[in-house]
């Protein structure tokens, strides 16, 4: 009993002092969390809050995979509650939304690295779990293409088996086309990431495509975040909305 006391005690003490520290976060950035400043925020003192957390990294550290763990979570069920059409717009509003509602925590993971602080592999590991999500909203964002191209195709030449484009830049006549530089360069690089996606086996052509989306879609996103659209007189998520366009037509 005593332990599981000890325990609960332990465990509120930790959440308390995180949110301390995401309120720090808010006011003065990554530079200003401070466990000792922390500690006097809760009416500890620093070494009594050191005995919860080793050091001002491991805080960090809790921070951002709290951080990461909630932004794919957020992701996954975005997709999950899409239908299949729909799942890349709904994977890409859900993180402009996700990022907007808490922008201190977007920028903690996708700002400004802070200095000399080296993230743990189970920040990597979450964030490949990210990463399969997108493969799969892209994935289907290339089967509805698919069909579409195929389903003009058809009409035009009287079949499906005409030999028009296909979803994926090939012809019926010339087969698939080579990989650009960066889709080769992306298979090599990221050979692991195919058992991420579940029955099936990603290759450069979708991770290309993924990574020009999560790039695109953070460019337009941290502009946001930080504000740099203010003084310019126009909507933000309507660019937002414009480039989601774009990149479900493959431009």
Not at 72 to 89: G, N, W, Y
Not at 97 to 119: C, E, F, M, N, S
Not at 136 to 163: H, K, P, Q, R, W
Not at 227 to 245: T, Y
Request: hydrophobic fraction near 40%; charged fraction near 25%.
């Amino acid at each position: 009993m005593a332990t599981a006391r000890r325990e609960r005690y332990r465990k509120q003490t930790r959440e308390e002092a995180k949110a301390v520290a995401l309120a720090q976060l808010a006011e003065s950035g990554t530079a200003g969390i401070s466990v000792n400043a922390i500690a006097k925020a809760m009416g500890m003192t620093g070494p009594a809050l050191y005995r919860y957390f080793a050091s001002r990294d491991e805080l960090l550290t809790e921070l951002i995979t709290d951080t990461y763990r909630d932004l794919a979570e957020t992701l996954a069920q975005a997709v999950a509650d899409a239908a299949p059409a729909d799942r890349f717009r709904a994977m890409a509003r859900a993180l402009r939304d996700w990022a907007k509602r808490q922008p201190d925590r977007y920028l903690l993971i996708y700002g400004t690295p802070v200095p000399g602080y080296h993230a743990p592999p189970e920040t990597a590991e979450i964030a490949a779990g990210m990463m399969r999500t997108i493969f799969e909203a892209c994935s289907a964002v290339g089967d509805s293409v698919g069909d579409s191209v195929g389903d003009s195709v058809g009409d035009a030449d009287g079949g499906a088996d005409g030999g028009g484009a296909t979803a994926h830049g090939a012809t019926a006549s010339h087969g698939p086309q080579p990989l650009t530089e960066l889709e080769a360069e992306l298979a090599r690089h990221l050979e692991g990431v195919d058992s991420w996606v579940p029955g099936e086996q990603p290759g450069g052509e979708l991770k290309g495509r993924a990574l020009r989306t999560w790039t695109r879609l953070h460019g337009v996103i941290s502009l946001d975040v930080q504000g740099q659209f203010a003084g310019m007189g126009f909507d933000p998520s309507v660019l937002f909305e414009a480039e989601i366009d774009a990149l479900v037509r493959g431009g």
